[in-house]
């Protein structure tokens, strides 16, 4: 499935829209990738075409350097962005652009791969929103008397009370559980510590 190389001249535009084409059919039908996510790629590569196209770049010859212009025009919202995205869509424009390089590579169309120098863009790290005490209540409140429900309800109770994480607290056993002295040992990190 070799392309011919984009004319020198040109940028490229019939090549690309084919090696496109071809990278989208082998994430369906060859990676087994879902509709979703293929349709993500078209939409992240189709402003890589756009940006491409506007700043009379040549996409089959792109450099280290267009991808992060791209990828700045993204986070700042301008074109071919409509609007400002957030840094897990500029995280995910950036893969889908590393994954058809890579396609583009490996099928031998280019002899390059641009975003392989580009770093992956850092995301900012939210602080979780804690719930109310009524929020809190009426969940512990919620699985009712009956025997499923009280053990949901020793769950939660011991999440909440705890700060356990859910991992550690399925890997509890029945001996790690003191009940009378209300005590719960926890094995977990490097050699169950």
């Keep these: 499935m070799t392309a011919a190389p984009a004319s020198p001249g040109g940028t490229g535009g019939a090549a690309i829209d084919r090696w496109i084409s071809d990278f989208l059919s082998y994430l369906e039908f060859e990676k087994g990738l879902s509709q979703n996510t293929v349709a993500a790629y078209r939409r992240d590569l189709n402003l890589w075409r756009e940006f491409c196209r506007a700043t009379r770049r040549k996409p089959t010859a792109a450099g280290p350097e267009d991808v992060t212009e791209f990828l700045k025009r993204l ?10 995205f957030a840094p897990a869509s500029v995280a995910r424009a950036l893969v889908a652009l590393r994954s058809f390089y890579r396609f583009a590579v490996g099928e031998e169309l280019i002899d390059h791969d641009p975003t392989a120098t580009v770093g992956s863009p850092k995301r900012p790290r939210s602080i979780p929103k804690a719930i109310s005490l009524e929020q809190v209540e009426r969940l512990l409140e919620s699985p009712g008397d009956e025997p499923l429900g009280l053990r949901d309800r020793a769950i939660l109770e011991t999440l909440y009370g705890s700060g356990l994480r859910i991992s550690e607290l399925v890997g509890l056993d029945v001996d790690d559980v003191d009940v009378p002295g209300g005590n719960v040992l926890v094995r977990s990190g490097k050699g169950g510590k």
Excluded at 75 to 81: L, N, V, Y
């Design 75 to 84: 986070r700042a919202g301008d074109a071919p962005a409509s609007k400002k």
